[in-house]
């Protein structure tokens, strides 16, 4: 089945830095990859999200890139604030597929002002 | 519109209690999801219903662990027997028919003494 790594675990910046976190993914079936952002105490919010036939998204301040081949993707914040603050995990599925999304172990990222 | 919704948000139960879990979905959302998350852990799945019928439920770690989704609509979790491993975040997710983005509800927080 899938397995997604997720690195690094914890990651500090200090505000206005641009933050990466990144993923591997084993199944070269899966298609859509999402990422969340969740808060203490609260579930998953989701805040951007990539399918396979694009390489690249942009939404505002967050961004996130797919390399099939490689099997890696990334999740990139600029212009960091306190608020993005959070824990952030991808995942991966198979759209039209089994549905279930594979998770990351996540990543603790801490915005220092 | 009202988000996923689950209650109760915390239950601490005694060892081989019985507990059940509620997950009220977006209205219109025909797919459901349960989720068990272990503290500094990403989610991992746990069984998945489109509409009333439980199309996966591969990721129940014992017959301890039953879904119901009997109308289709509002889902309940039950673990029988609680045991102390049981103790994690327990997240449900609703999607759209034939779309792959899931939105999380809140969580129980369940706590086995």
């Known amino acids: 089945g899938e397995n997604v790594e997720q690195h690094p675990s914890t990651l500090s910046v200090q505000e206005g830095d641009s933050a990466v976190i990144k993923c591997t993914y084993s199944d070269s079936a899966s298609n859509y990859f999402p990422w969340y952002k969740q808060e203490l105490g609260k579930g998953p919010q989701l805040i951007i999200d990539?399918?396979?036939?694009?390489g690249e998204k942009k939404d505002q301040r967050i961004a996130v890139t797919l390399n099939k081949t490689a099997k890696h993707f990334s999740l990139h914040i600029t212009e960091t604030q306190p608020e993005d603050s959070a824990v952030y995990f991808c995942a991966a599925s198979i759209i039209q597929g089994a549905q279930k999304l594979v998770f990351g172990q996540g990543t603790r990222l801490t915005i220092n002002p | 519109g009202a988000g996923v919704s689950q209650s109760p948000r915390y239950k601490v139960a005694k060892r081989g209690q019985d507990v059940a879990l509620r997950c009220d979905p977006i209205s219109g959302h025909v797919s459901l999801f349960w989720y068990q998350q272990a503290l500094g852990q990403g989610p991992e799945f746990l069984t998945y219903f489109q509409n009333e019928a439980q199309l996966d439920k591969s990721g129940l770690p014992s017959d301890r662990f039953f879904a119901e989704r009997p109308e289709g609509s509002v889902s309940t979790l039950k673990i029988q027997r609680t045991q102390q491993e049981d103790s994690a975040v327990y997240l449900c997710?609703?999607?759209?028919?034939?779309?792959?983005?899931?939105?999380f509800g809140p969580g129980t927080r369940l706590l086995v003494l």
């Open positions: 990539i399918r396979s036939n694009v």
């Open positions: 997710a609703s999607s759209l028919p034939v779309r792959e983005t899931q939105y």
